[in-house]
């Protein structure tokens, strides 16, 4: 299998692409290396999927690419570019609008022409508003922030897109070794290391489907087999990805804790106008392909800790000996 794989310098992106690879598929990337978060993970994982992996991620904006061109000779297109963060999306929304809604407008109509398939990255937001646990079938509510509504709208263009099939995964606080700087185990570990405050928005009371990466990858692999392989029916789908399970957040803080071994110190904030109290992933569509999620908060923070020490460590190190 030949993969285009959109975002690879993204922490999803760079997961898919390194198991892509080891499961013998020729991968392709790309990525802006825009500096919404610090550049230089991004470039490192790029790095890493050229040193180690003969994986190329080239410099480029979806916007700019012509897609018609560039999807020629492919297999599939996995569809990962985006702004994420849907409090960052209240303050500065024209990147969601620009990239998520333009940058994917502009995919699918080079796509329609080559009639290459897309598996493409919604998120657990579009939910927004719908009974607890999530599905796919229910209706959702008007998403919250600009973010949320960005992925909606996606869903919306692919379903009503001539493109050949499409499928889109709506994924739930992923997290894991070369996490976004932005999400909470990274904000939260990296606070607590260096003892300063962290913001706990609504006083702690808000419970997440927390999906480490791996989990995550597992789900996306499997959705783009079965879409080659013609395992899924429907022209225009869509799936969760998601751990299947609730975490208080005031216990996600107390596992960081117990892996640091240091107490967090906590500006107690009252509710975030983009955020939802809960989420909560129903994924027995994506179980009857084979999903199957093995690896819990308790083993799944402890693998952040791990790699998160070993990575800045490393950098500190770097800089004293330049």
Known sequence: ???????????????????????????????????????????????ILKEEYDVDVYNIDIRDMNWEESTLGF?????????????HALAEPQPYIDTNITGTQRLIEGCEKTKVPVVYASSS????GQPLPWNEH??????NNPYGW???????????????????????????????????????TRGILNETPIDVFNYGDMKRDFTFVDDIVQGVEIV?????EGKIEKTHDIFNIGYGQQVQLMDF???????TGKKAIMN????????????????????????KPTTSIHEGVEKFIKWYSEYYVTKEVSKIAA
């Open 1 to 47: 299998m030949k993969i285009l794989i959109t975002g690879a310098a993204g922490m999803i992106g760079f997961h898919s692409a390194m198991q892509f690879k080891k499961s013998g598929h020729h991968v392709f990337g790309v990525d802006n290396f825009n500096d919404y978060y610090e550049v230089e993970l991004k470039e490192d994982r790029a790095k």
């Open 75 to 87: 297999d599939v297109v996995l569809h990962l570019a985006a702004y994420a963060n849907p409090r």
């Open 125 to 128: 937001c579009v939910m927004h």
């Open 138 to 143: 229910d209706k959702g509510a008007h998403q």
């Open 150 to 188: 960005s992925k909606y709208v996606n869903e919306c263009q692919f379903a009503h897109s001539k493109i050949k099939s499409s499928v889109g995964l709506r994924f739930f606080t992923v997290y894991g070794p070369y996490g976004r700087p932005d999400m909470a185990l990274f904000k939260f």
């Open 224 to 228: 783009v087999n079965a879409l080659l």
């Open 253 to 259: 803080i107390k596992r960081i804790e117990e892996c």
């Open 268 to 291: 107690m904030l009252p509710p975030h106008p983009a955020d939802t109290p809960e989420t909560w992933s129903d994924t027995t569509k994506l179980q009857r392909l084979g999903y």
